[in-house]
Nanobody
Framework: QVQLVESGGGLVQAGGSLRLSCVASGRTFSNNYAMGWFRQAPGKAREFVVVCNWSGGSTFYADSVKGRFNISRDNAKNTMYLLMNSLKPEDTAVYYC????????????????WGQGTQVTVSS
């Protein structure tokens, strides 16, 4: 089993920045696994944000965040980060980290483990 704990959410003004963290633990977790971020705004379906490979060197971003968000990993700490710049009110959502039990870096496909989420609110 894999446990994921997100942190770093909060309230920020439009144009500001936040950095989210996701710490992974569990006997079956492997740093080779692809990891990603999703978000869900009130009344909307969960949507894909970004996925990366073990090193963070291979990534796939949603068009809505490309150029503003940056994913990275520190495998020594089993931690994934999401640096969010130039935030917009439409970025307001609960952000979830997820792990895929494979090395595939694609938007589609199953993610096997999910965190509880962290709220990001961007005020206009």
């Amino acid at each position: 089993q894999v446990q994921l704990v997100e942190s770093g959410g909060g309230l920020v003004q439009a144009g500001g920045s936040l950095r989210l963290s996701c710490v992974a633990s569990g006997r079956t977790f492997s740093n080779n696994y692809a990891m990603g971020w999703f978000r869900q705004a009130p009344g909307k379906a969960r949507e894909f944000v970004v996925v990366c490979n073990w090193s963070g060197g291979s990534t796939f971003y949603a068009d809505s965040v490309k150029g503003r968000f940056n994913i990275s990993r520190d495998n020594a700490k089993n931690t994934m980060y999401l640096l969010m710049n130039s935030l917009k009110p439409e970025d307001t959502a609960v952000y979830y980290c997820a792990v895929r039990k494979s090395t595939i870096v694609t938007m589609t496909g199953r993610f096997d483990y999910w965190g509880q989420g962290t709220q990001v609110t961007v005020s206009s």
